[in-house]
Every structure is written in structure tokens, then in C-alpha cells.
């Protein structure tokens, strides 16, 4: 239960658009995004009212690619890059990939809940960072940033020069409607200083298709984005600019999705709450990602590799998101209510021997 994607069938539009292409023998290049464009500047509008330029989205393969060919076009090797942890793991990777020295500025923990910790950022900013990886919706710890919060980041990275490149790929996947805001749509400043990436894929479930989004909405940063090398703009594939097309219109598909994991989170909770009370789970505001805290449950120093040893349960070791975290795991929900309820029989079985 590690890997960010659901158990769940796929939209039949989107498989029906796939087979279209297969039957058609159309499994050429990307052509025309326009559809794209256009459906996710309409999803935005209704999901977040936030309005968006199509002129100003542009693709490239999968978010991993966006956020480090922008990190690439915005700071030179060297040069410091601000990351969150506990945050996802592949943005420390980015950061090596781009030779930059990574700053973090811990996210403040109360209790189980996790918030943005500004005198941190603050401090970072100060010694000299040019750029800002930020997690929006914040992965793994299920916190979704305020219109303040976001306001307030906004202005300190225009006082310090900073970059900030928001990630906003489990954006779809928060539960209370309208409690997403993204990071580019909180002021004329945020537009200014930050640049979106974005995909369809941990919402409908397309990741293997390889299609993402980078989104700007002040002249500077879309100048940023036009003079990126061409192979980063035409390196979606074409199923994945098809698929995401489709999605973005399968909004029934995506509150079906969500009523699930709404049922899963808590479902979860019952459970550990039912027979491993020593575990600590705050029920996330959006993705299908469970942090939980297992110290209690004495299992190590990487309770990850005990849970599968003896327990036979695969899992993402805390360790990888941060290095406070090595007493963490972090469980994906995104699946049924039985493989939920193994799940946690084998994490108790785990923690008996």
C-alpha cells in the first residue's frame, strides 16, 4: 500500500476516448493540446473559481519533469531550493538532479496536524534561496494551505526574490469543497512570483500516461516557461493529453472517487483506533495518503521494513520524507475496504511479534 494511485477503474470516458485512438491507429505524437488547455482552464473555473489564460498552460511529460525543468530555468547550480518536509520524496531528488542546495524549512507539527512554519521560511529566504518547492496540497501529511497562508508566503518570496514553484498535483482530491486554494490564484503577487504544475493523474488515476501541466498567469513567469527548451513542452505523451482532456471533464467520475475516500479515511481510523490505539492518524484534509505515527509501536529504526518482514505489508518509510520522520509510514487508502481492513490486521501483526 506505498504508491500514489488508486485502486479504482478508470472513467469509462477516458477509456473510451483511449480505444478510440488505438482503433484509429492514432499513436503518434502530441498534436494540438488545445482541448486540454481548455478543459483545465474549465475544471479550475468550477472546482476552485479560478480563472486561467489557456495561452498560459503548457505540457510537459509528468509533474516530476515540470517542477524540475522550471527549478532549471528559474536558479543555476549551486543556489539554494526551499523544501517542507516532511514533504514527497522526489523533491529532495529534484534538487540533487539540479545541483542546488536544498533548505528546509520544517513544516510546525501540533500533534498529528502540520502547518507551514514562516519564521523557517523566512529565516531561508534570508540566506539567500531562489527557489521555493512547494507541495500544495501538502503530501503526506494531508494539509491543505489557507488563502492567508498562501497570501503571506506570496509576499515574503517577493521580499526575498524567491521563486515559488507550487506542485499541485492532489489539488482535485480535497474533501470539503472549496477548502483548495491555489497557490497562483491568492493575489496579483503570487502570480507574479509562482508558477504552477499540475496533472490529472493522481485524481483520475493516469499516471502511467505521462501528461502534465505548468501554469503561469503573469507575463514574466509565462516569458520563463516559452523559453524552456521545446523538447519540455511536446514531451506529454499523446494518450496522456488525450486522457487528461477527457478527465478534466469527468467531474460526476472525480465526486464518485472522492465520496469512497471520504468513507475510506475514516474507515482507517476506526480501525487503528479498534485495534492499534498506539498508532497516531490525523484523517488527511485531501489525497488518499495516511501518515501515521508508529512510534509506539516500537518497530525500529525504519518500522517499514519490520512491517514488511512480519507483517507482510508494504508501506512508504517516514524516513524518506524527511529526517524527523523515521518513526512514520505512510499508507495509501486509495483502494477497497477489504484490502483497508488487511492492511491494518497485518500493520497489528506486525506490531505483536
Known amino acids: 500500500m506505498p504508491v500514489a494511485e488508486m485502486d479504482f477503474e478508470i ?8 480505444h478510440a485512438l488505438v482503433d ?9 493540446n488545445v482541448e486540454l488547455r481548455m478543459n483545465l482552464a474549465g475544471f479550475a473555473k468550477k472546482a476552485w473559481n479560478w480563472e486561467l489564460d489557456p495561452e498560459q498552460i503548457s505540457t510537459c511529460g509528468d509533474v516530476g519533469v515540470g517542477m524540475v525543468e522550471v527549478g532549471r530555468a528559474v536558479t543555476k547550480p549551486g543556489e539554494k531550493v526551499m523544501i517542507n518536509t516532511p514533504v514527497y520524496l522526489n523533491m529532495r531528488n529534484w534538487a540533487d538532479r539540479l545541483n542546488l542546495e536544498v533548505v528546509d524549512a520544517q513544516m510546525h507539527k501540533d500533534g498529528m496536524h502540520y502547518t507551514l512554519d514562516f519564521d523557517a521560511i523566512e529565516a531561508g529566504y534570508k540566506s539567500g534561496v531562489k527557489a521555493h518547492f512547494l507541495c500544495n496540497p501538502h503530501n503526506p501529511t494531508g494539509t491543505v494551505f489557507t488563502k492567508e497562508e498562501l497570501s503571506r508566503l506570496a509576499d515574503l518570496a517577493k521580499k526575498y526574490g524567491v ?4 506542485d499541485e498535483i492532489h ?13 497562483l490564484s491568492v493575489s496579483e503577487t503570487a502570480r507574479e512570483v509562482g508558477i504552477c504544475v499540475t496533472s490529472a493523474s493522481k485524481a483520475w488515476n493516469l499516471a502511467g500516461l505521462k501528461c502534465a501541466q505548468i501554469i503561469t498567469q503573469h507575463e514574466k513567469t509565462k516569458a520563463i516557461i516559452d523559453a524552456m527548451p521545446m523538447g519540455v513542452r511536446f514531451g506529454a505523451s499523446h494518450f496522456g493529453v488525450h486522457a487528461g482532456a477527457v478527465a478534466f471533464t469527468c467531474t460526476d467520475w472525480l465526486e464518485g472517487a472522492l465520496k469512497t475516500l471520504d468513507r475510506n479515511r475514516k474507515l482507517l481510523a476506526s480501525l487503528l483506533a479498534e485495534k492499534l490505539p498506539q498508532v497516531h492518524y490525523r484523517i488527511p484534509d485531501c489525497s488518499y495518503l495516511a501518515w501515521l505515527d508508529v512510534t509506539e509501536l ?10 514488511f518482514e512480519q507483517g507482510k505489508l508494504y508501506v512508504n518509510s517516514g524516513i524518506l520524507f524527511g529526517p524527523q520522520s ?18 491494518v490486521n497485518r500493520l497489528a501483526k506486525a506490531a505483536q511479534k
Do not use: C, Q
Open 11 to 18: 472513467d469509462p470516458a477516458i477509456k473510451a476516448r483511449l
Open 24 to 32: 484509429a491507429s492514432d499513436t503518434g505524437y502530441a498534436g494540438n
Open 163 to 166: 521563486m515559488v514553484l507550487s
Open 171 to 183: 489539488a482535485p482530491i480535497t474533501y470539503e469543497k472549496g477548502a483548495f486554494v491555489p497557490f
Open 298 to 307: 516500537g518497530l525500529g529504526d525504519d518500522p517499514s521494513k519490520t512491517i
Open 326 to 343: 523515521a518513526n512514520f509510514v505512510r499508507m495509501n487508502f486509495g483502494t477497497s475496504a477489504e484490502i483497508i481492513t488487511e492492511g
